[in-house]
């Protein structure tokens, strides 16, 4: 089958007004006979449930936890991007489109990117609207920070929990339509498969996941806005039931799978201590805005300091490397999250990391102290400050900036951050790669939608700091909801779809069979051991640096570890309750296929581009020798996987990214 | 150091539950409590035997999901965060830990340490929202100014994370900072006023009819709170409250 994007004809400005002009449209008494079930209600899926809802579509809505409220959209602590323009400073619809696509290392679709900048500002006023308490200046008008990569300040933010207001936001207009009774919501419920008829997703096969029931839903049609699959890596800043199952099903059923090896890496989060680490905890790279990232610059200060016999603090300033400052002198400590995870990586992998492991690097908030203690003190006129003066000054600034993040790391490494520097290392966050859709947001099986961060449309191969929020709103709020009506306008006469069909017959056999191996198969390992040791090589061999011998050895070793799961996996319990190490098991057994094709994707990508690093693709000299060589002649395309069995069977047909109103340029953070 | 642990374990919602103890060695300082529960479930599962079944999601204290009772406080003796970013430096080697669920008629047990919240779910339904619909033309998001001390006090009562740890410490199970919390952010907020009075009803209604208790100001509610909700916003609710009915 070829790819068709179905990007409009005509000028990128106009593309998407022109299109919501001539879309077909169903009737509002009509709306009433079609039913849509949307998977997940984070920002993506929340957002659409209650749009399609208000507009007068029968919803069903789906979360594994116990509501909606709890998605991980919650976790997104820095703020959300959009084209305002409120600071005067020059941003507009085209520039936030430019630097998203330079961002995303030019591997995203432009039209998509465009669209997503033009709405941008309709999410804000529509968050406000639905009374998202957003930060506010004196004046009482809405304030902006700065992000990474970027040359404007266009991020709105509450506090440090951004995601938790958009998601709380989203979920009020969610219960409106529960309360009306045109959303019925399903917590503690898990996608286990779609249902195909005749050609088109018509439903969903569902675990009650309280009393372990398996449910038949259908449907006219099936949005999946599951989040990513960043747990493939076992370690990552994901909640712990972040998963790719809704994802994955699809996928096996005829959605073919774009980019998965488009991840990203973030450079502030908290090292891991050891092995029993279950999860990774983010610190905002807002960050980065005051802090300043660095490692001794001689081995005896990193041994020393490892050892305890010396503090980072008793390190003079020319006994520090700070290397962000050093290599990137223009962007410095506000380099994108690509660049400045791979720079602490090539530090560690020097030896030159500065905990017990061996990965931790320091941001260090002392100077910020200094700036902004002499400055407080010129502002209250206080002469001659004393040294411990100005560090108080310095402090309370700090603090009011981002107390909360100083408290959680205090909190978690039992270190005091106005103290000493704060440690970090990068993680795995978010994952670029997803479901491939076309310009409706609709996958290659007719009728079912993917959004959200589980798909793989506007962020290329790098996303850049506080536009996953807006691409989750974008896509439930002001895309889908349009987009879907052009396909559900051939539905209004088809009545309900029944689910004693059987296709939901053959559908729930197979989820069901699958369940009873788990529970029937006793095994001699925990679903977690198998987990950790996907994690690790993926990790070790798909992570900040990738290599066609490791990704070769990786395809095996994964491939390995999957039958060895299949064999020898562990579940206790039964099938017919609350059963949460069967869900684990369900959810692994996905990322054990999932992560053989991520690395199977990187291997084929012999460039690097964003996230990907292959260390074959590096510029060999010049001023940006060691750098990242993107490679536009043979790799300007989107990998989009088809399943057919076993992962390395996957074919792959590529769709060419065509870029008429960007220039393409190697980026460069000098 | 080891440890003992007296967990309730409970089959499901019918059953009939109890305390077990267990035990758990060579626990690092530096592990977070559910770490500290997911040693202890492998090696339930290493031994064949059904892991304690609790919630928890994000591990960084935002999504509300974790909900355990530690030694007689909601999300354990540490003031300021949730289970989930409770670390073992707290406790002591040869510590005996007791973990319950959160216990109010309005929370039944699912199982072990699971509790069904869905009362919460049926409050938020009642009112917890602003009446607009998604358009794209609402208006421009700056045409109303609001002082900025209004919205950072609507912020503070927005960061509730629904966990649900007031009404397990109070001694009447009330909701009311739970309730107040949200019926506060939109009272102090320009676009939640024209459907203030409904909103406070019918969510107060809500509150009663889910057999949640009464507040009797006794603030224990505020000190477990993990976000620090104020206890101003059960004050607010209530002047919300009675002005509504004063005014028929």
């Not at chain 1, 009433?32 to 507009?55: F, K, P, Q, W």
């Not at chain 1, 045109?182 to 005749?198: A, G, P, T």
């Not at chain 1, 978690?412 to 310009?439: C, E, F, S």
């Not at chain 2, 009075?197 to 057999?211: P, S």
Request: hydrophobic share 35%; glycine share 8%; aromatic share 8%.
């Amino acid at each position: 089958m070829a790819l068709d994007s179905k990007v409009p004809k005509g000028p990128i400005k106009d593309k998407w007004t022109d299109y919501k002009n001539k879309i077909d449209l169903v009737n509002p008494a009509n709306k009433r006979h079609i039913d849509v079930i949307v998977v997940g209600t984070g920002l993506a899926g929340g957002s659409a449930a209650a749009t399609l809802a208000e507009l007068g579509y029968n919803v069903k809505a789906f979360a594994y936890q116990d509501s909606p409220r709890r998605a991980h959209s919650i976790a997104a602590q820095g703020g959300i991007n959009a084209a305002k323009n409120y600071q005067g400073d020059g941003d507009s619809t085209y520039r936030l489109f430019y630097d998203t696509v330079k961002g995303g290392d030019y591997r995203s679709r432009e039209a998509n990117v465009y669209r997503l900048a033009e709405v941008s500002a309709n999410i804000i006023d529509q968050c406000v609207a639905q009374g998202v308490p957003f930060a506010r200046d004196y004046g009482g008008l809405l304030d902006n920070r700065s992000f990474g990569g970027v040359l404007v300040s266009r991020t709105f933010y509450a506090k440090g929990q951004t995601g938790q207001q958009l998601l709380l936001g989203a979920y009020s207009a969610m219960n409106r339509q529960i309360a009306r009774g045109k959303i019925e919501m399903f917590n503690r419920h898990e996608m286990l498969d779609v249902v195909i008829v005749d050609g088109k997703a018509r439903g969903i096969i569902a675990r009650n996941l309280i009393t372990g029931e398996i449910e038949r839903h259908s449907a006219h049609a099936v949005v999946v806005g599951s989040g990513g699959y960043g747990n493939v890596y076992f370690l990552s800043t994901n909640a712990m039931g972040s998963n790719a199952t809704a994802a994955w099903k699809i996928h096996k059923k005829g959605a073919y799978f774009a980019n998965p090896c488009y991840t990203q890496i973030h450079p502030t989060c908290i090292p891991r201590s050891g092995d029993y680490q279950s999860k990774l905890t983010l610190m905002s790279e807002s960050l980065r805005n005051d802090g300043r990232i660095w490692v001794p610059k001689n081995m005896e200060d990193v041994m020393a300091i490892r050892e305890g016999r010396k503090q980072p603090t008793d390190l003079s300033e020319d006994e520090r490397d700070y290397y962000l400052e050093r290599r990137y002198p223009a962007f410095g400590n506000l380099v994108p999250r690509d660049v400045a995870s791979r720079a602490a990586k090539e530090r560690c992998d020097a030896g030159y990391g500065v905990n017990a492991t061996g990965e931790a690097v320091y941001l260090d908030f002392a100077s910020a102290f200094d700036r902004y203690g002499r400055e407080q003190a010129k502002i209250h006129n206080i002469k001659n400050p004393t040294a411990e003066k100005i560090y108080e000054l310095g402090q309370a600034i700090v603090e009011a900036k981002y107390g909360n993040l100083f408290q959680m790391y205090e909190k978690i490494v039992d270190q005091n951050p106005y103290k000493t520097p704060m440690m970090i290392y990068p993680a795995v966050h978010y994952t670029m790669g997803g479901v491939w859709v076309d310009y409706n947001l609709m996958t290659t099986i007719p009728g079912c939608y993917c959004i959200g961060e589980a798909n793989f449309s506007d962020h290329g191969a790098n996303r850049l700091g506080a536009s996953a929020l807006m691409q989750g709103l974008a896509d439930g709020y002001f895309v889908l909801p349009y987009t879907i009506g052009d396909y559900l306008s051939d539905d209004i006469r088809t009545g309900k779809i029944p689910t004693d069909s059987k296709e939901f017959d053959a559908a729930e056999k197979e989820v069901t069979e699958r369940i009873n191996f788990f529970v029937n198969n006793k095994g001699t390992k925990s679903v977690d051991y198998f987990h950790k040791k996907l994690g690790k090589v993926m990790w070790d061999k798909a992570g900040m640096s990738r290599n066609a011998e490791g990704l070769t050895e990786a395809m095996a070793e994964i491939k390995a570890i999957r039958e060895e799961f299949w064999k020898e996996v562990s579940v206790p319990g039964t099938a017919a309750e609350m059963n949460p190490e069967l869900e684990k098991a369900g959810r692994v057994a996905d990322f054990l296929e999932l992560g053989e094709l991520f690395a199977k994707d990187a291997l084929v990508r012999a460039e690097s581009c964003g996230g990907h690093f292959r260390e074959e693709s590096a510029e060999l000299d010049g001023p940006q020798k060691g750098e990242a060589k993107r490679n536009d002649t043979d790799f300007a395309f989107v990998s989009a996987w088809e399943y057919k069995g076993e992962p390395a069977d996957a074919v792959l047909h590529k769709e060419e990214l065509e870029f008429k109103d960007i220039e393409l340029k190697q980026r460069s953070y000098k | 150091m080891n440890l003992t642990l007296k967990i309730w374990r409970q089959k499901d919602s019918q059953a009939k539950g109890q305390m077990v103890d267990y035990k758990v060695t060579e626990i690092s300082e530096h592990m977070s409590f559910l770490e500290m529960m997911d040693v202890l479930n492998e090696q339930l599962v290493n031994s064949g035997e059904e892991p304690v079944a609790f919630d928890h999601d994000c591990r960084e204290g935002i999504c509300g999901m974790c909900s355990m009772y530690i030694n007689g406080e909601a999300h354990g003796p540490d003031r300021g965060i949730t289970t989930c970013q409770l670390h073992m430096r707290m406790f002591n080697d040869g510590d005996t830990i007791t973990i319950e669920p959160f216990r109010a008629a309005a929370f039944p047990v699912i199982k072990d340490l699971v509790v069904d919240r869905m009362s919460f779910e049926r409050i938020q339904q009642a009112g917890g929202y602003i009446s607009v619909n998604t358009s794209g033309n609402t208006q421009d998001a700056n045409s109303i100014p609001i002082s900025k001390h209004a919205a950072d006090e609507a912020m503070d009562a927005a960061t509730c994370i629904g966990c649900g740890a007031c009404v397990a410490s109070c001694k009447n199970s009330s909701a009311m900072l739970f309730v107040g919390a949200k019926v506060s952010q939109y009272a102090l907020l320009p676009q939640g006023q024209v459907e203030a009075a409904d909103r406070v009803k019918n969510m107060v209604a809500q509150m009663d009819l889910e057999g949640f208790g009464n507040c009797t100001n006794t603030g224990a509610c505020e000190v477990e709170c993990p976000k620090g909700i104020s206890l101003e916003n059960i004050a607010r609710m209530n002047r919300e409250y009675l002005s509504t009915t004063l005014k028929g």
